[in-house]
Structures are given as structure tokens and as C-alpha cells.
């Protein structure tokens, strides 16, 4: 039994029981309300929501990741796993197929921005008579935390090395507004970066094909992940684009101009690249929302489980850790997603950190979970100061 775990049954048996954490002054998500009162009811549920921590459960944290963090990977090891980042996530959908993450289906409870405006309010209403009387508890499904050979081109151009010089230039701007691109018509637009298999790709699309005008672009920069979202039975060109692309290439295009996106979901992506490298994808990205537009983020938070479960010798630099497959990990704070969202020119709508305690009922066990997300806007043009 860890020592976190440890704690938190003590301080349960204490009578203590954990209280909702509110995130500043921004609205609290509905991210489950499944609250844990009683200590002798812990392996009754699978997860418990909103789940705060004592600061003896915050000081073994922080000296567990002192201690795992001592020892880093040697700085030529380091190039490799920067390098060749993209065949690190090859080899592992290679391997896992669609089969290691789980449907993202609470995607559309907590971010009900990705859908238009006046679908939005349909799809509550009929959400919730599905779940009357169904105990639901949003979000508290697991999680499973689960270069420069690095992606050349993507798939709809020619190699970009085949450009003349002066047409590369134009040809990396990629479409202009006015031009016909894969979803040009379409009056609301979504791109899922880092996409994987397609666990948010196909429950965003069940309910988008039935929305009009709407469309979804997603992208990762391992090839195998593209191919298994294409060769997906729902993936349907009339309502998807699905292509390869590493987001750290600043000079790569994307199939469709900047400004003209609703929505950018970036789910369990951002803590897979490097932490130098961040602030540049963070606002590549934003210049690619319309204003208005919406950056949803979710990710893993400092002192996850899946942090203090790393061993001496797998830490890059602070906070980021290789695993045994080659792919990375980075632990966020608020606070730092706060500063590199709004650094990249978007207003704060959400930001909260979303502490649960998940039971491995069979094997008895409890892990504190920590995960971090936000909501950021674009601002309008009437919005922005001169
Ligand atoms: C943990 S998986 C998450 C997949 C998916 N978003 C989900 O929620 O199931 C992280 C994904 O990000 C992709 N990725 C990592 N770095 C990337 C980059 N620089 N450009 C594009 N995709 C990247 C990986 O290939 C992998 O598919």
C-alpha cells in the first residue's frame, strides 16, 4: 500500500472527509458528483469525485517525485526520445491497435462547446432524459494514462521538398480562406489534435454527422494512428479529415487556412511534448481559432499517480518522464497552463484541477488521480485591447 493511499485511508477513517475543490473564480465543471463521505464505503465505486488532499498527502507527493526526479535520463538518450518522438507512437499503436485507450464518451458532457451553439441546448435536453434515474456520474470513467525523421509532409501535399524555394513559401501558408479545402463549406469546424486512435474522434463524430455543416479535422504525427482513424467503420470524408501531422513543425501546413476554427481539443497531447517546445504549439494553434473560438484542454496533473509511479531514472527534467515504450510525460499544474494559454493570446474560461481517488476494487487498492483542464477563448476583435 502507498504512502499516498495510506494517508488518504487514515485521514478517511479520521472522519475527514474530502470536500469539493472549488478552481478560483471560475465556474467548477461538472466533473462527477460522486463524493466520498464515508471511509467504510471507499471500494464500493470504482472512482470518487472531487477527492482533496491533506498536506501530509501533498508533502509525500512532492518527495516522492523529489526522489524519482533525482537521477536523469543522459542528455544524448534525451535527443533520441526528441528525435524520434513520432516512432516512439508508432511502435505503440503498432502494438496497442485502438485497444489501449478507452471512447473518451464524457467529451461531450464536459466540453458541450464542441458542438454549435443552438445544437448544444437539443442535445442537454435529450442527454438528460437518457440519464434520468441512471446514477450518473459524468467523467468517472478510468482514464488510462494510458523526429527529426519526424513527419515530412502531410498526406493531401506533395513532399514539400519537391517545392521550388519560392514555392515553398506559399504552399506552407496552406489554403486561403476563399479557396476549396476539405470542409470549406462547412459552417462549424473542429480539429482534435493528437488524435491517436480515435477515442474522442468517433464520439465527436456520432454526433456531429447528424449536425449539419459541421465538420472535424484531427491529426497526429504518428502515421499508424492516421491509419487506424481512417480505416475506422465510422471515419466518413463528408464529416472528417483525418491527417498526419507533427503540431511542433511550425513550418508545416495544415489542410485549411488559420482563423477559421470553433474549436481546437487538445486531450492527453500536450504532455507528451517536449516542455521547450509548448509555448510554440500552444500558439500555433490558437491562430487557427476564429474569434470566438475554443481551446479545450485535458491532461495529466502534478502529482498523478502515473508521477509518483515512475522510477529512478526515467525523469527528463522536471515534471517530464520517459516510459519504458519511449513515449513522454509531462505533470501540469494550473497555473502553468494558465500562463502558457494566455501567453499564446486566450481568455480564461476554465481552469481546474480535477483530483479522484480510483479503487482497483478486486486488488483493494486506491491511486489519487490528477488531472488538469481548461478552456480558453479566443477574443473577439471587439474584445482585444488596442
Ligand atoms: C496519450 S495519446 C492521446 C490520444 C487522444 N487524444 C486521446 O485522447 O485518446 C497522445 C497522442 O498525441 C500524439 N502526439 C504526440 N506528440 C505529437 C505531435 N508533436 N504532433 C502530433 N501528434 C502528437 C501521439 O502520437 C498520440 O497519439
Redesign the pocket.
Known sequence: MNVIWRNCICRLRQGKAPHRCQSGVHPVAPLGSRILTDPAKVFEHNMWDHMRWSEEEEDAARKQVEENSATRVAPEEQVKFERD??KY?DT??QTHKNKF?KN?NWLLREFPEILPVDQNSKEKVEESSDQVGSNFSSMQRTEM??QKS??SSAPWSEERSNFPNQDLEEHSKGPGKTERFPGSKATFRIL?????????VFPILNTLRNIPGSFLYC????SE?VELVKSHASYSEAHCCAFL?????DGLAYPFPDGILDVV?L???L???HPDRMQA?VDRLSRLLKPGGMLLFRDLGRYDNAQLRFKKGRCLSENFYVRGDG?RAYFFTKGEIHRMFCKAGLYEKQNLVDHRLQVNRKKQVAMHRVWVQGKFQKPLPWTQRS
Open positions: 518522438a513520432n507512437w505503440f499503436y485507450f473518451r494514462d494510458c519526424r513527419v482534435e489534435v493528437g488524435c491517436g486512435a480515435g477515442n474522442c491529426c497526429d504525427f504518428a494512428a501531422h507533427d503540431v511542433c513543425d481539443l486531450v492527453f497531447v504532455s507528451s511534448i504549439v513515449t
